[in-house]
């Protein structure tokens, strides 16, 4: 069952809920939300962390933490997502979403040029910068939303498929040979006249 592997993995909220990292949520630290793990809470934790993955932005492990306390989702599981891009993958994930932003934008190539100009170097950052966002938000919001869907229709489907089976191995009541006697009916009285 899922659930098992990801209390096997995942921290307990008494170790880490007085830890130093969230001294300065105190009403939000103690939510047993934020530990949960079922179908609803699992499924919002792996949206909000994919999205936080794709965002091109330093933080993005703060900005799950924050976005895993909206949602009042699964925290660890929404922080441990975040490492999708890190550094073996940040440089090909962003490529990607430069691309598929530059596509979205209708955006032409981009020629990178080193000069000692500044205006040229800015100008070359904003025609970087909206592609790579746009691209970014864009695809991480609809791959956010798609594992979000997917983690919560596999759960669903591996609860049911533990359900048949549990029933399947269930002794099935067996009947004897003889026939039950029959419930006793009203009794009959007899007028007497």
């Given at each position: ?156 489907w591996e609860v049911v498929r533990l359900w048949r ?29």
């Amino acid at each position: 069952m899922p659930r098992q592997f990801l209390r096997r993995h995942l921290p307990r909220p008494g170790r880490h809920s007085a830890g130093r990292w969230a001294r300065w949520l105190p009403s939000w630290r103690a939510s047993p939300q934020l530990f949960h793990l079922n179908r609803r809470s699992v499924s919002l934790a792996c949206g909000a962390g994919v999205f936080c993955a794709l965002l091109p932005v330093p933080g993005q492990t703060f900005a799950a933490l924050l976005l895993a306390l909206v949602l009042r989702c699964n925290l660890p599981l929404a922080v441990a997502l975040v490492w999708l891009t890190n550094p073996l993958t940040l440089s090909p994930v962003f490529w990607l979403t430069f691309e598929f932003g530059r596509w979205l934008l209708g955006s032409p190539p981009v020629e990178l040029r080193l000069s000692g100009d500044w205006n040229d170097l800015i100008h070359q950052g904003e025609s970087v910068l909206l592609p790579l966002f746009a691209g970014s938000l864009t695809a991480g919001l609809v791959l956010g939303i798609a594992l979000g869907c997917a983690v919560h229709l596999w759960w669903r489907w591996e609860v049911v498929r533990l359900w048949r089976e549990r029933a399947r191995r269930r002794p099935r009541p067996t009947r004897s040979a003889t026939p039950e006697p029959a419930a006793p009916g009203p009794r009959a009285t007899r007028d007497t006249a």
